[in-house]
């Protein structure tokens, strides 16, 4: 009896993995989108959104979020409307990246229309050093759809790991697709 609790306690264990191995299609009904994750890499199997790696957070990530644009933007406070413009976005997008304490020497590189899914929006790249002083790139794509504010981003750190893995991140921002649930 103590051998069936103990594997069965070791199968939930290894089930509930905060680290899981990608890649192919990944399907969010709840987000109503679909996207190739790349292969061989980590996803985060916690909280709302997708968080990848391959080599840790700390050298390369990519995060695909999603979250109410009636709600406040964490470091500004502002928020997102449906009657925005891409670029408009785009600058509060950037202004709350810039105010993040935690964000040093932000310098913003290309802002640019881009599509999501055949959404019009924005594409933005910008440099920054962290804390501990690692310069880290980010490329940027957002929209508006459906009153939810969904972003696509890349960062990574500026020296080798960010045009190791751009190419990758593109070809995963092209697969993106809206899909209709129910």
Not at 86 to 103: G, M, Y
Request: aromatic share 14%.
């Amino acid at each position: 009896m103590k051998k069936i609790f103990m594997t069965s306690v070791l199968i939930v264990a290894m089930g509930c993995a905060p680290w899981v191995r990608v890649g192919g299609l990944y399907k969010s009904d709840a987000h109503q989108y679909t996207v190739h994750l790349p292969d061989g890499w980590m996803r985060w199997n916690r909280g709302d959104n997708v968080l990848i790696t391959r080599d840790g957070v700390e050298l390369q990530q990519i995060v695909l979020l999603r979250w109410a644009i009636d709600e406040p933007l964490k470091h500004t406070k502002k928020k997102l409307s449906q009657e925005m413009l891409p670029f408009e976005i785009a600058e509060v997008i950037l202004d709350d990246i810039a105010t993040d304490r935690e964000v040093l020497d932000f310098r913003l590189v290309e802002n640019k229309p881009a599509k999501i899914g055949g959404e019009s929006g924005f594409r933005v790249v910008f440099h920054f050093k962290t804390k501990d002083g690692l310069r880290l790139t980010s490329v940027y794509y957002g929209c508006i759809k459906d009153n939810w504010f969904y972003g696509i981003r890349y960062t990574a750190a500026s020296r080798y790991y960010f045009d190791k893995d751009l190419k990758t991140f593109e070809k995963m921002v092209e697969s993106f697709q809206w899909v209709k649930t129910g």
